[in-house]
């Protein structure tokens, strides 16, 4: 299967070419040239950009032979760099004061929203309530070690058993029979001071919104006062 690292700022014909890499191993730009069916300069131009990108490295001189890097290392460079950026423009974001309609962000699958809970619960000095099922706490126990650490009042509710080694003081359980009974499912939930985020567990897997809408804030907010209620 090839790998499609286009959408983080590599073109088509690197991409490709570094596939090819990854299946042949080390080769000449004549030899990825005649693989891809390229023009040689073509095939030098996209070998020469994964080298730049740290994607592959060059040996020899007559001819130079390229290796693929590990998928891995790339996959970690990249992920190190979006964060960069999602860095700066969240600093950017917090100098500006609060404007702008609310909105509603879909979501699907758990890495977006463990992204979207930590953003979320990092950037805010209030109050901070998170209900998942155990694995998803645990999870996040970075965010909440530093909410701790810092003081910041965190309510940490687990679906069904508490995790048996959580370092963490935790808020208290819900049944999953209830998530059943309100939502049809069992489902994730977290409120604070100026947003909110609902997912759900259902056929199409982990789904759900972020939102910043008021309306749909308070109906968090009422569904968790309700569950925890019933939990006490």
């Avoid at 700022?9 to 490709?16: I, K, L, M, N, R």
């Avoid at 998530?179 to 789904?207: K, M, N, S």
């Amino acid at each position: 299967m090839s790998i499609d690292f286009t959408p983080f700022g590599f073109t088509p014909t690197e991409s490709a070419t570094y596939s090819a890499l990854l299946d042949r191993g080390p080769s000449s730009g004549y030899a990825v040239a005649k693989e891809l069916s390229l023009a040689r300069a073509n095939a030098y131009q996209a070998l020469n950009g994964l080298v730049a990108k740290g994607a592959a490295t060059a040996a020899g001189s007559t001819p130079q032979v390229f290796r693929a890097v590990g998928p891995e290392a790339i996959l970690a460079r990249i992920a190190a760099r979006e964060a960069e950026k999602l860095d700066l423009l969240e600093r950017q974001v917090q100098e500006r004061a609060a404007s702008g309609a609310s909105a509603i962000v879909p979501f699907s699958g758990e890495r977006q929203l463990q992204e979207l809970v930590l953003r979320t619960a990092a950037r805010e000095p209030g109050p901070v309530s998170f209900l998942a099922p155990g694995t998803l706490v645990t999870a996040l126990l970075p965010i909440w070690r530093k909410r701790d650490s810092d003081g910041v009042p965190t309510a940490l509710w687990v679906v069904g058993e508490p995790p048996a080694k959580l370092p963490l003081p935790i808020a208290g359980s819900v049944e999953a029979e209830s998530l059943e009974q309100h939502f049809g499912a069992e489902v994730i939930l977290l409120l604070a001071p100026e947003a909110a985020l609902l997912g759900r567990f259902g056929d199409a897997g982990l789904t759900g919104y972020w939102t910043s809408d008021p309306l749909v804030r308070g109906i968090v907010s009422a569904s968790l006062a309700a569950l925890t209620h019933q939990a006490s």
